[in-house]
T-cell receptor, first 110, second 114 residues
Framework: EDKVVQSPLSLVVHEGDTVTLNCSYEVTNFRSLLWYKQEKKAPTFLFMLTSSGIEKKSGRLSSILDKKELFSILNITATQTGDSAVYLC??????????FGTGTSLTVIP | DTEVTQTPKHLVMGMTNKKSLKCEQH?????MYWYKQKAKKPPELMFVYSYEKLSINESVPSRFSPECPNSSLLNLHLHALQPEDSALYLCASSQAYNPYNEQFFGPGTRLTVL
C-alpha cells in the first residue's frame, strides 16, 4: 500500500532555532514530492522535488530529496513565530495520484 | 489573479438539506480538485476534473456530487449528509492534471452537519 509518513508529528522550538522535518514515502512509480505549509486553512505551496540531491531553497527554507532512501527533508533556519504551521508532504506518481502525509505541526515560541 | 476562491466560508446544514459548495479560479488551470480534511488529518482527495471531465472519483459516497460547469468553476452538491461528513472542504487547481504541477488551494469551506 502506498504511504507517506512524516516525522515528527509535532515540534515546539524557540525563535532562532533550526528545525528539520522529515518525509519518507513508499509510493509506486514515484514522480514528485511536494511540500506545503498550512496555517489556518489553505495549504500553500513551498517546493517541488523530482531529482535526488538537488537542493531547493527559498529564503530560510530549503529542501532536498533522496530517491534511493525514499525520503525528503525540509529545513527551516532561524525560525520565526510566523513559521508556526502544519507542514504537509505530498507524493505524486505516474497515475497522477497524490498521497499526503499526516503533517508535522511546528510551533515557534518567541 | 493567482488565487482560488471558495464560497461559502462556513456552512451549517441538517441531514435533510441540499446545499452546494462553490469554487472558482481564473488562472487558466485545467485541473480542479475537491479535498476533504478532518481535524489534524491530511487532505483526502475526493474528485478531480481535468479539462472539465471527471478523472478520479475516489469511491466517494453518492451524497456528494461534483459538477464542473466550465474550466473556471467547480461545484460540490451536498444532499442527505451525515454528521461524520463535517470537515473542511478544500478546492484546489493546477495547470494540468499531472504530478509535476503544484496545486493552488482555496481557503476552504468549513462544513458542519447537524
Amino acid at each position: 500500500e502506498d504511504k507517506v509518513v512524516q516525522s515528527p508529528l509535532s515540534l515546539v522550538v524557540h525563535e532562532g532555532d533550526t528545525v528539520t522535518l522529515n518525509c519518507s514515502y513508499e509510493v509506486t512509480n514515484f514522480r514528485s514530492l511536494l511540500w506545503y505549509k498550512q496555517e489556518k486553512k489553505a495549504p500553500t505551496f513551498l517546493f517541488m522535488l523530482t531529482s535526488s540531491g538537488i537542493e531547493k531553497k527559498s529564503g530560510r527554507l530549503s529542501s532536498i530529496l533522496d530517491k534511493k532512501e525514499l525520503f525528503s527533508i525540509l529545513n527551516i533556519t532561524a525560525t520565526q513565530t510566523g513559521d508556526s504551521a502544519v507542514y504537509l508532504c505530498a507524493v505524486g506518481n505516474t497515475g497522477n495520484q497524490f498521497y499526503f502525509g499526516t503533517g508535522t505541526s511546528l510551533t515557534v515560541i518567541p | 489573479d493567482t488565487e482560488v476562491t471558495q464560497t461559502p466560508k462556513h456552512l451549517v446544514m441538517g441531514m435533510t438539506n441540499k446545499k452546494s459548495l462553490k469554487c472558482e479560479q481564473h488562472m487558466g488551470h485545467r485541473a480542479m480538485y475537491w479535498y476533504k480534511q478532518k481535524a489534524k488529518k491530511p487532505p483526502e482527495l475526493m474528485f478531480v476534473y481535468s479539462y472539465e471531465k471527471l478523472s478520479i472519483n475516489e469511491s466517494v459516497p453518492s451524497r456528494f456530487s461534483p459538477e464542473c460547469p466550465n474550466s473556471s468553476l467547480l461545484n460540490l452538491h451536498l444532499h442527505a449528509l451525515q454528521p461524520e461528513d463535517s470537515a473542511l472542504y478544500l478546492c484546489a487547481s493546477s495547470q494540468a492534471y499531472n504530478p509535476y504541477n503544484e496545486q493552488f488551494f482555496g481557503p476552504g469551506t468549513r462544513l458542519t452537519v447537524l
